[in-house]
């Protein structure tokens, strides 16, 4: 087992107001380990997809509770656990399809998994119907800065 | 945090300012649909120079004004992307179908 250095967690309603602030509120918590601005920028971003998945897709009709944690482990490693209590993805292959939209506007690029796997190292989705999604994203950061 | 519209000759060039996310996504795109609409622009520049973050919901974005404009017979181009934007939007495949320019 890795050793667990830190660690933080959020609890947000699914209003897309929180979006802003989540993503900037787990990101600062990493600053810690000295990121480079791309990083920082990848994890931003990579965050921001998985909350506005549980927004407009886990809570679509309702406002619920997204749990939100964030993971330092040695060697820089970082791990993000994005959960939410909302309606599940019926299909987790086809829902992780580049382009595989549910939205019938044409306004969401269906392209939010795409970014999380090619913005992080790794991406994992657990998914069960009216139970929820948890979406867990991790990398191992360039940064020479160990913490104790 | 917004968007400031320009109409020079029949082009509609519009700054976007600020963070492109779902939330604010929306206000974005209704602001310049109004405009595309009442101005009829032959081109629409998106301007990202103050943009200080975007996520996927800025490619539904540009893909969703680059219909429009092309059901009105116009064009789209994208205008300083930073190198995170650019990361974003090579992902859809963007700069292949879109000018995208820097000056």
Redesign the interface.
């Known amino acids: 087992m890795k050793n667990l250095l830190n660690e933080v967690k959020l609890i947000i309603p699914s209003r ?2 929180n ?2 602030f989540a ?1 900037t509120a787990i990101t600062c918590f990493f600053a810690q380990l000295d990121p480079t601005l ?1 990083e920082v ?1 990848d994890i ?2 990579a965050v ?2 998985a909350v ?1 998945n549980s ?2 897709h886990g809570y679509k009709n309702e406002i619920g509770n997204i749990y939100i944690q964030g993971k330092i482990f040695e060697n820089n490693e970082i791990y993000i656990k994005i959960k939410d209590k909302g309606c599940g993805i019926p299909d987790i292959n086809q829902a992780l399809e ?1 382009l595989f939209t549910t939205c019938t506007t ?4 269906g ?2 998994f ?2 999380m796997q ?2 992080m190292d790794r991406l994992r989705v657990f998914s069960s119907l009216d139970k929820g999604t948890t979406v867990i994203l991790s990398k191992k950061l360039s940064s020479k800065k160990n913490i104790d | 945090m917004g968007i400031k519209i320009e109409k020079i000759d029949k082009n509609l060039i519009a700054y976007i300012d600020g ?1 492109i ?3 604010s ?1 929306k206000d974005i ?1 209704e602001q310049i649909d109004i405009e595309i609409k009442n101005y009829l622009p032959s081109k629409l520049i998106l301007d990202f120079k103050n943009v200080s ?5 800025g ?3 540009v ?2 004004r680059y ?1 429009s404009m092309k059901s009105i017979d116009g064009g789209i181009q994208l205008k300083n992307l930073s ?2 934007i650019s ?2 939007m090579k ?2 495949g963007i700069e292949k179908i879109l000018k995208i320019t820097n000056i």
Request: without cysteine.
């Open positions: 897309s107001s979006e802003s993503r791309e920028a931003k971003t921001s997809e506005t927004i407009v580049p044409g306004e969401r690029a392209l939010g795409a970014v090619s913005f | 963070d996310d779902h939330h996504a795109r973050f975007m996520d996927s919901s490619i539904g974005l893909m969703g219909k190198s995170h990361k974003v992902l859809a």
